[in-house]
């Protein structure tokens, strides 16, 4: 069997609420995304959905490692896609590109094999842990308090993950409210709190010290910037929270100096930045220093299939315990507080075509963009609270 | 598909020549070899060239399940033995149940391992290793000689005992693979036999006269401690992990910087249990290089590691019981085939010849510690080895 051809189509859709962390309290209401295909001349299709921003590097692995080759071959493709861009080092664009290349060579072999990647991997399809990720701070109050309820009431999640960063008292009394939405379906909801790196480490230390006179808390992620291996680690050995991160880490390499200083007590990957191989990897490093890996939100949670072959996993993220998009539908179902993967071969994602055709883009509009804001000002310095207009907008439907 | 079934087959086997290293210079010719197959309610049967009785503990575990969740029946046999650990035993029979499960998972899509893992180079470099410190001068050359025709550039000694005769051998190595290439790559193994000093002083002295690619288990298998200082102080890499267990054991190893080189192995839990272990050590750059192993199955695995150098390859003749085994070597690689699983064949009849002949004696078990180990060199005894 031989890779053939390749599609990529890029989509976008409105979100359910405002999205949006201490980086963008204005929120952003659509999101983007592209459904990439990588066809044989068996006519078996892998697909992914991602790499919306990296097509011309992904055109161009494709034509020189992908076209006439055997799909199956996903170790050798992964280490020729990684070698290639040796130099500049796998990261950034690039490694978008390897990563949903990666991610669509996996589906393709599980439906190779006729059988759900769970089962490729290894996996025997057991009920997997995950939580319910607002990743919403522009919504108010009672917007977050519903939503919590809806994942308590509806989904029975019994763990949740509060963005939080810009203004304690305010992150005080949300994380109050995302504990009572969850205490509905169980006594005692794991609370995971995360500030995406804009806080300094010593404002991380004095502002969950102050979380933990009153919670207790799952983790703490990204408490510090991603590389500061000394900070994190600080983090770690002043407070009784486990720290959480690796987000935004692209390979195995970019883990080397948390693993070297034991910067992270819960080590963080996601198939966007590594793919299914890389994130298999990181898995197994972290495995043998006895730190526990969470995998990051991902379209139709297809992080419930590589969570089912992790002998680390504790966890893995939901923002969306349904699909986000009608484009495409999943096999994974969220019930009792669990995701179950299903029987479908592959990822179990099927693409609506016709939603498809109705939601494509020619180019990603920037507000829909992964991520539109940058970075926020006062980030690892201080606190400036949301504006007037940044709350206005962020609230806007 | 379901697992309803194993067999594990136990018998004793003359090797075509005696294997020593400096705990038993001597050699032995004389192995217990084992074969455990495991059965499924569709024909497809998984073998590996290993375990012993303690599979029957596991079977309740793979019992009816599907092969093909690997992964899940691993973790549910190392969470099964976790208070007495991964260990003896039970860590035998947990590697080889892993390995047959493998070969089923790549029979069942009718393909080779190395295509299961993932790649499309289905060859594997290798370096020679004699292990045969009871081997005379002449032996030795022979040996590497005839790998060194097959393109082999790289080949491992059994030393430790006679630092003059170490010296000498080394060079008797090196002279036999200068036929293959200008600069052959020479390994050293003294298998625990030193201390950190005597490791230091010896391979210090060894370096004055040749390049060494790595001294193996230059000191005790979990002495990091011991095992960085001898890399601090020796140009050669510092190999060591044979005598590992599973991925937890190397992590004092790795931790520490203790190793350059990671001795790997399907011994160590499995084909999974491998893969983790080499995971690890690419996270923290650092090279692993395949054991030798019967059939040389462990060349598949090897294929789909990023950080593999190279496989050791011995020609004891272990391979009586199979009608096919990985054993095509040109240009210094391995080549694998299209033969679904890892490569190996099992021929019933020879089998049963195998288990029926009559042999008096008892394959030396376990393989013992030397005198003087760690402490002093003990020297040679009276016709120990023919060579002396």
Not at chain 1, 139 to 146: G, K, M, R, Y
Not at chain 2, 79 to 90: I, N, T
Not at chain 2, 103 to 132: F, H, M, Q
């Amino acid at each position: 069997m031989k890779i053939t051809k390749i599609e990529t189509t890029l989509f976008e859709y409105k979100l359910d609420r405002s999205m949006g962390d201490a980086n963008s309290p204005m929120g952003r209401k659509k999101a983007s995304g592209c459904v990439l295909e990588l066809i044989t001349d068996e006519g078996i299709s892998g697909i992914s959905i991602g790499g919306q921003n990296a097509l011309p590097q992904i055109n161009s692995i494709f034509d020189g490692i992908l076209l006439n080759n055997d799909p199956k071959a996903i170790f050798s493709i992964w280490k020729r896609m990684v070698e290639k861009y040796f130099k500049g080092g796998h990261d950034g664009i690039a490694n978008d590109a390897i990563s949903a290349i990666d991610v669509a060579l996996w589906d393709l072999k599980a439906k190779i094999n006729e059988e759900p990647l769970w089962k490729t991997l290894g996996g025997n399809n057991n009920k997997v842990n995950v939580y319910a990720s607002d990743i919403a701070l522009p919504i108010n109050d009672d917007d977050l308090f519903n939503w919590y309820s809806k994942m308590s009431d509806k989904f029975g999640f019994k763990g949740g993950k509060l963005k939080v960063g810009l203004d304690q008292e305010s992150d005080l009394k949300r994380l109050e409210l995302m504990h009572n939405a969850l205490s509905k379906n169980c006594d005692d909801p794991i609370l995971y709190v995360d500030s995406n790196e804009y806080w300094s480490p010593k404002q991380t230390i004095r502002n969950v010290s102050e979380m933990e006179e009153r919670f207790t808390l799952g983790w703490i992620e990204e408490p510090a910037r991603r590389w500061d291996f000394l900070g994190l680690k600080k983090v770690s050995d002043s407070l009784q929270t486990p720290v959480c991160a690796g987000e935004n880490l692209d390979t195995l390499g970019d883990f080397l100096p948390y693993f070297h200083h034991r910067s992270a007590d819960v080590i963080q990957v996601s198939h966007g930045m590594t793919g299914i191989s890389g994130a298999l990897q990181i898995a197994d490093a972290a495995y043998a220093l006895e730190l526990p890996v969470t995998l990051g939100g991902s379209s139709g949670i297809i992080h419930a299939h590589i969570a089912n072959a992790i002998p680390n996993c504790i966890t893995v993220e939901v923002p969306h315990p349904e699909p986000e998009t009608k484009v495409f539908t999943s096999d994974v179902t969220i019930k009792d507080g669990y995701a179950f993967v299903g029987n479908k071969p592959g990822m179990g994602i099927e693409v609506n075509y016709e939603e498809l055709a109705k939601h494509k883009v020619e180019k990603v509009s920037q507000k829909a963009g992964p991520s539109p804001y940058g970075r926020r000002p006062g980030a690892g310095l201080y606190e400036i609270p949301p504006t007037k207009e940044e709350i206005s907008e962020g609230q806007s439907k | 598909m379901k697992i309803i079934d194993y067999k594990l087959e136990i018998y004793k086997e003359i090797l075509d020549r005696p294997l020593g290293d400096s705990n038993g210079p001597s050699g032995n010719d004389l192995i217990y070899s084992s074969i455990l197959k495991i059965e499924t309610d569709e024909g497809i049967t998984g073998i590996a060239p290993l375990g012993n009785e303690y599979v029957k503990e596991f079977f309740p575990i793979l019992e009816n399940e599907d092969p093909r969740e690997v992964f899940s029946i691993w973790k549910k046999m190392i969470d099964f033995v976790f208070k007495g650990g991964d260990e003896g035993e039970a860590h035998g029979a947990l590697s080889a149940v892993d390995i047959a499960l493998w070969d089923i998972k790549a029979k069942i899509n009718s393909e080779p391992l190395w295509k299961t893992l993932g790649s499309n180079e289905p060859r594997c470099k290798v370096y020679a290793s004699d292990i045969g410190y009871n081997l005379t001068d002449e032996e030795l050359h022979s040996f590497f000689s005839k790998m060194a025709e097959k393109g082999v550039d790289s080949g491992k000694v059994k030393i430790g005992i006679s630092l003059d005769d170490d010296i000498r051998r080394i060079g008797i190595v090196y002279d036999a693979l200068s036929k293959a290439t200008k600069r052959p790559r020479i390994m050293i193994d003294s298998n625990e036999y030193w201390s950190v000093k005597k490791a230091i002083q010896n391979i210090r002295k060894i370096e004055e006269k040749f390049d060494i690619f790595w001294a193996e288990e230059p000191v005790r298998r979990w002495d990091y401690k011991g095992l960085k200082m001898v890399s601090d102080n020796i140009k050669a890499a510092v190999s060591t992990g044979e005598n590992l267990n599973n991925v937890g054991d190397f992590y004092s190893l790795v931790r520490n910087q203790a190793a350059d080189v990671l001795n790997v192995s399907s011994y160590q839990s499995g084909v999974t249990g491998l893969r983790q272990i080499s995971n690890f050590a690419y996270a923290y750059e650092i090279p692993v290089t395949t054991m030798n192993c019967i059939g040389n199955y462990n060349a598949h695995i090897a294929t789909s590691i990023p950080n593999h150098i190279m496989m050791e390859v011995v020609d004891p003749g272990r391979e009586k019981a199979y009608s096919k085994w990985n054993d095509n070597i040109s240009d210094g690689y391995l080549e694998l085939d299209d033969t679904p699983g890892i490569g190996l064949i099992v021929d019933e009849d020879s089998l049963d010849e195998l288990k029926n002949q009559k042999i008096d004696r008892e394959p030396k078990k376990p393989w013992g510690r030397r005198k003087g180990a760690g402490l002093y060199i003990h020297d040679f005894e009276k016709d120990e080895v023919k060579w002396k």
